[in-house]
């Protein structure tokens, strides 16, 4: 998905593409991990883009709503990313780092099985590891 393509959809649903609005999809766009709303909102300031967090707040599940970004919910905290590839999470309890990580094939057949032997329809999963990485497992 190319940013244009995002911000055609936000026009397409007779919404404003505002600066904040802009900035906030650019920002994630040019992200290659999850981010919270403060880091968010530290890279807005960068861009002299002073957002109150209530404002920001209404942003983002707007954005999150229409499915133009996704929220992730890891260890009680908001993280927001552009929707990409089926990945899962790695998060590292020390520094508190994320990192995205895909998972092969045989998680594919699990679902697939979960679904035959429950008559369940999966629409959506998500899967977070927690642990140590590498820096802080020298600590």
């Known amino acids: ?4 393509t995002i911000y055609e959809t936000i026009k ?4 404003r593409l505002s600066k904040a609005r802009k900035a906030i ?3 994630l766009f040019q992200s290659p991990c999850l981010l919270s709303t403060s880091d968010i909102i ?3 300031k ?3 883009i002073q957002p109150n967090r209530s404002t920001m707040y209404r942003e983002l599940l707007f954005l999150a709503k229409n499915n133009i970004i996704t929220k992730e919910t890891i260890a009680e905290k908001d993280y927001f990313e552009l929707p990409t590839d089926h990945h899962h999470h790695l ?3 020390g520094c508190n780092t994320i990192k995205k990580v895909v998972i092969g094939r045989h998680l594919q057949k699990e679902e697939k099985q979960l679904e035959k032997d ?3 329809v999966i629409t959506n999963h998500s899967i977070e590891f927690f642990g140590l990485c ?3 497992r020298k600590v």
Do not use: D, H, P
């Open 1 to 4: 998905m190319t940013i244009e």
């Open 12 to 15: 397409s649903k007779g919404k």
């Open 25 to 27: 999809i650019e920002i």
């Open 42 to 44: 530290i890279k807005l």
């Open 46 to 48: 960068a861009r002299k």
């Open 91 to 93: 998060v590292c309890t």
């Open 118 to 120: 429950n008559e369940f």
């Open 134 to 136: 590498r820096n802080c």
